[in-house]
C-alpha cells in the first residue's frame, strides 16, 4: 500500500494524500498549492518552478475531492496542457482525463460547438487554419473587383495581421493601421470593406478563424446569462498559465468562467510580458489585485534555473521598470561565474569571439546543446550564423530560417547575379516574377529571348522584350530596367547594389508583401554592412555560394545522426527555454532595445522586460556583447552601449577586452567626418569624447 500524508486541508478536515506535499514543494510554492480557493495572483519570478506549482495545484484539488469535471486548466499551447496533466497523472497514479484543460481557443472551440446556433453558428462550423483562411480572403479581394495588378496592394497575410490585431486589441481597423500599418493607410477604407466582407463571408458559409474561437465565445458568454451561468457554476476552480500573455478578450471570458465560484488561479510574471505585438494586454496582471479587490497575492522568488551573479544582473536590470510588481529572484544555486560584458570593435569581431568562445568551452567538456545566442531581431544573427558556418559549428536556428535561405535575401541576391552571370537562368525567373503580371510563362519566354542575345543584359531593355509583358504590367517593367541601370552603374560595387535595390520599388513590395517588412528591410541593409568588405561582386557572391554549401553539408551531416547543436534564438523565441551557457548580442542603444521603440514608452517598458528575459535564460553562465563601430551605408558609425547595460552597476559583471590580432588598438581615424544617424533614424550615436576605448 502506498503511504499516505495526512494534512490539514481547506476542503474540511484532515485528509490522506498520496503525494507529500509538505516536502516535495518550497516554502513559496506550498501555500499557493494548498490555498483553499478565492482569487489568486501568483507572480512566479523566471525559473522558480511556476510548472511544477500549477501542476501541484490540480493535483491538490483532486486529492481534495474536486471532480475532475469541475476544474478548468487554461494554457497558451495544447502541448503545456499535456505536459501538466500528465505529470498530474504520474503524481497521483490515475487518470485524470476529466479534467477540462487545453489553449483558450481548445476550450472556446468545445463551448462553441454545443451552443453555435446562439451566435448563428451551426455546431459543424469549419475552422480556418492560416492557409485556409488566406484563400477566403484572396477570394474575398476578387469579389470585391480591388484591382491588385495595376498598384501595389497589401497581401492577404498582411490584412490577416490587421484584422487579428484588431479583434484581439479591440481597437477599430483605422487606429490599427494608422498605428501599426502607416504604409496602408491611404487604402483604409477598402480593407475595412474587405473585412467586412471576409466576417460576412465566414459567418454565411459556418467558417471561423482562430480569432472567431475567442469572440465568438466572448459573444456566447456575454449575451446568453444562462451559458454563462451554467459553465461559472460548473468550474469550480479555474486556473490560467501566463497570464501576463492574455489579452483583453480572454481576460474577460476568464472573469466570466470564474463569476460564480469565484475560485480563480493566474499564474504569471509581469516582468516577462513580452507579446504586445501578438496583442497581448500587460495590464491584465497588474490590474488583477483592483479587478478581484481580495485577491491573494503569492510571489515566487526562490528561483532554481540561475547562479546568484545572474540573477543580481537580472534583479537590477528590471529594478527601473516603471510599472511592476516588487520581487526579488533568489538563488538556490551556489555561486559562480560573473556576467561577462563584451566590447568588441566590430560585428564581425563579436560573431568571432562566439565562436571562439564556443569551441574553447567545448575544449572544457561543454556540449554546443548547452550553450545558445540570443538577440532582439532575427538580422543579428547574421555574421554569426556565418562564422559558425565557417567555422564547422553546427547550430539550429529558432528565429526563422538559416538567413541566406529568406525569400527577401534570395530575391536581392538574384539580382546581383545577373549581373555576375547574365545567363542565369533561375535570378532571371526569381527577379522577373517578382514584377506585377509577370508570372512563370512570361518569365521563361523573356529570359529564351534575352538567352539568344550575345548581349543578355542589353537585349534586357529592347522593344522585343517589352512587348512580352502582360497589359498592366507595364509600369513594373519599366521601374525594373531603371533599377537595372542603377545597378550597372555600380557593379564592383555590391554592398552599393544592395543599397540601391533596398531603395527602389521592391521596398514598396515588401512592405504590401509581408507583416514583418520592418525587420525585412533591416537584413537587408545587414547584408549591404556585411558586403562592404568585398572588393567586387565576384568575391561577394563565391563566399556566400561557399557557405551555403557548407551548410548544406552540415544539414545533410546533421540529419545522419550529429544531434549536437547550439541554438541561435530572439529572445521572443527564447522565452520558457534556459540554457548553461546564454549569449546575448548587439546590446547596443538602437538595436537592444530596438530604435523603433525610441519616445514611445510602453513599448520601451516591453523593451527592458525582453532584456530582462534573455538575462534569465542563462544557467551558469552569461556573455554581453556589443559592436562599438558599425559598418553601413554612411560609413562608420561609433555604436553606444545599451542603456540597459549602462544602468547595472559595473560591480556586477566582469569586462573582457578583446585584442584585435592584427592591431593593438582601435583605428580612429577618418571618424571626425562620419555623418552619424540620430536616434530617431536608428542608432544611439555617440561622439569620440565620450568613449575611452584605451579602459
Known amino acids: 500500500m502506498p503511504h499516505k500524508y495526512v494534512l490539514k486541508s481547506h476542503f474540511g478536515g484532515d485528509k490522506n494524500y498520496r503525494i507529500d506535499y509538505a516536502n516535495e514543494l518550497t516554502e513559496e510554492q506550498l501555500p499557493v498549492v494548498t490555498a483553499k480557493g478565492g482569487p489568486m495572483l501568483v507572480i512566479a519570478g523566471a525559473g522558480s518552478g511556476k510548472t511544477r506549482t500549477v501542476t501541484y495545484r490540480v493535483a491538490y484539488l483532486v486529492e481534495s475531492g474536486v471532480p475532475l469535471d469541475r476544474i478548468l486548466l487554461v494554457t497558451f499551447t495544447n502541448k503545456a496542457a499535456r505536459e501538466m496533466l500528465s505529470r498530474v497523472e504520474l503524481l497521483l497514479k490515475r487518470d485524470v482525463k476529466g479534467i477540462c484543460g487545453g489553449t483558450f481557443h481548445h476550450v472556446g472551440n468545445l463551448m462553441l460547438r454545443r451552443h453555435a446556433d446562439k451566435v448563428g453558428s451551426n455546431s459543424n462550423y469549419t475552422i480556418l487554419d492560416r492557409a485556409d483562411a488566406k484563400d477566403l480572403l484572396d477570394s474575398c479581394i476578387g469579389e470585391a473587383n480591388i484591382d491588385t495588378k495595376t498598384r501595389r496592394f497589401p497581401k492577404a497575410d498582411a490584412i490577416l495581421s490587421i484584422i487579428g490585431l484588431s479583434v484581439n486589441t479591440g481597437r477599430n481597423i483605422t487606429d490599427v493601421i494608422a498605428y501599426n500599418y502607416p504604409q496602408f493607410e491611404s487604402l483604409t477604407d477598402e480593407i475595412e470593406g474587405l473585412a467586412k466582407l471576409y466576417h460576412d463571408r465566414k459567418r454565411k458559409h459556418d467558417m471561423m478563424d482562430f480569432d472567431d474561437l475567442l469572440c465568438l465565445w466572448l459573444k456566447l458568454l456575454s449575451e446568453n446569462a444562462d451559458v454563462a451561468e451554467k459553465y461559472s457554476r460548473k468550474f469550480q476552480h479555474v486556473l490560467v498559465d501566463e497570464y501576463q500573455d492574455t489579452n483583453l478578450i480572454q481576460a474577460k471570458i476568464i472573469d466570466i468562467l470564474a463569476s460564480h465560484h469565484?475560485?480563480?488561479?493566474?499564474?504569471?510574471?509581469?516582468?516577462?510580458?513580452?507579446?504586445?505585438?501578438?496583442?497581448?494586454?500587460?495590464?491584465?496582471?497588474?490590474?488583477?489585485?483592483?479587478?478581484?479587490?481580495?485577491?491573494?497575492?503569492?510571489?515566487?522568488?526562490?528561483?532554481?534555473?540561475?547562479?546568484?551573479?545572474?540573477?543580481?544582473?537580472?534583479?537590477?536590470?528590471?529594478?527601473?521598470?516603471?510599472?511592476?510588481?516588487?520581487?526579488?529572484?533568489?538563488?538556490?544555486?551556489q555561486s559562480g561565474q560573473k556576467p561577462v560584458l563584451v566590447p568588441l570593435a566590430t560585428v564581425h569581431e563579436q560573431a568571432d569571439f562566439v565562436a571562439q568562445r564556443m569551441l574553447e568551452l567545448r575544449e572544457e567538456g561543454h556540449s554546443l546543446n548547452d550553450m545558445a545566442v540570443l538577440y532582439r531581431s532575427h538580422y543579428q544573427s547574421m555574421e554569426i550564423q556565418m562564422e559558425l558556418t565557417k567555422r564547422g559549428i553546427p547550430f539550429e536556428i529558432r528565429s526563422g530560417l538559416r538567413f541566406f535561405e529568406e525569400a527577401h535575401i534570395k530575391d536581392v541576391l538574384a539580382h546581383l547575379k545577373i549581373f555576375h552571370n547574365p545567363r542565369d537562368e533561375i535570378s532571371w525567373g526569381r527577379a522577373l516574377k517578382l514584377l506585377e503580371r509577370i508570372g512563370p510563362r512570361t518569365a521563361e519566354k523573356i529570359f529564351q529571348l534575352i538567352n539568344q542575345s550575345p548581349r543578355p543584359l542589353e537585349e534586357i531593355f529592347s522593344e522585343t522584350i517589352a512587348k512580352q509583358v502582360p497589359r498592366g504590367g507595364e509600369r513594373a517593367f519599366k521601374a525594373f530596367l531603371e533599377l537595372l541601370k542603377q545597378l550597372g552603374e555600380h557593379v564592383d560595387q555590391p554592398a552599393e547594389m544592395i543599397r540601391v535595390i533596398s531603395g527602389s520599388n521592391y521596398a514598396e513590395y515588401l512592405k504590401n508583401q509581408y507583416p514583418n517588412?520592418?525587420?525585412?528591410?533591416?537584413?537587408?541593409?545587414?547584408?549591404?554592412?556585411?558586403?562592404?568588405?568585398?572588393?567586387?561582386l565576384e568575391e561577394l557572391l563565391s563566399a556566400l555560394a561557399l557557405v551555403s554549401g557548407i551548410e548544406s553539408e552540415n544539414i545533410v551531416e546533421?540529419?545522419?545522426?550529429?544531434?549536437?547543436?547550439?541554438?541561435?534564438?530572439?529572445?521572443?523565441?527564447?522565452?520558457?527555454?534556459?540554457?548553461?551557457?546564454?549569449?546575448?548580442?548587439?546590446?547596443?542603444?538602437?538595436?537592444?532595445?530596438?530604435?523603433?521603440?525610441?519616445?514611445?514608452?510602453?513599448?520601451?517598458e516591453e523593451e527592458r522586460r525582453l532584456f530582462y528575459v534573455a538575462v534569465t535564460r542563462a544557467k551558469d553562465e552569461l556573455y554581453l556583447s556589443y559592436p562599438m563601430i558599425y559598418s553601413g551605408y554612411e560609413g562608420q558609425v561609433l555604436m553606444k552601449t545599451s542603456r540597459y547595460l549602462e544602468e547595472v552597476p559595473e560591480g556586477l559583471f566582469d569586462k573582457w577586452e578583446i585584442e584585435n590580432e592584427e592591431e593593438e588598438t582601435i583605428d580612429l581615424s577618418g571618424f571626425h567626418e562620419t555623418k552619424v544617424r540620430d536616434r530617431d533614424d536608428g542608432f544611439q550615436a555617440i561622439s569620440l569624447n565620450d568613449l575611452d576605448f584605451m579602459k
Open 517 to 536: 517588412w520592418r525587420e525585412r528591410l533591416e537584413d537587408l541593409e545587414q547584408l549591404g554592412s556585411y558586403s562592404i568588405q568585398f572588393k567586387d
Open 558 to 604: 546533421g540529419e545522419e545522426g550529429d544531434s549536437e547543436a547550439c541554438v541561435l534564438s530572439t529572445v521572443h523565441q527564447a522565452k520558457g527555454l534556459e540554457w548553461k551557457i546564454v549569449f546575448v548580442v548587439w546590446l547596443a542603444d538602437g538595436r537592444f532595445p530596438s530604435y523603433l521603440s525610441f519616445g514611445k514608452e510602453e513599448e520601451m
Open 262 to 333: 469565484r475560485n480563480l488561479t493566474v499564474v504569471g510574471d509581469d516582468s516577462q510580458s513580452i507579446y504586445s505585438f501578438r496583442g497581448a494586454h500587460f495590464k491584465n496582471i497588474m490590474k488583477f489585485p483592483k479587478v478581484y479587490p481580495d485577491a491573494k497575492v503569492f510571489k515566487l522568488e526562490l528561483n532554481h534555473r540561475s547562479t546568484p551573479e545572474i540573477l543580481s544582473l537580472a534583479n537590477e536590470s528590471i529594478a527601473l521598470a516603471g510599472e511592476k510588481f516588487d520581487k526579488e529572484l533568489r538563488a538556490n544555486r
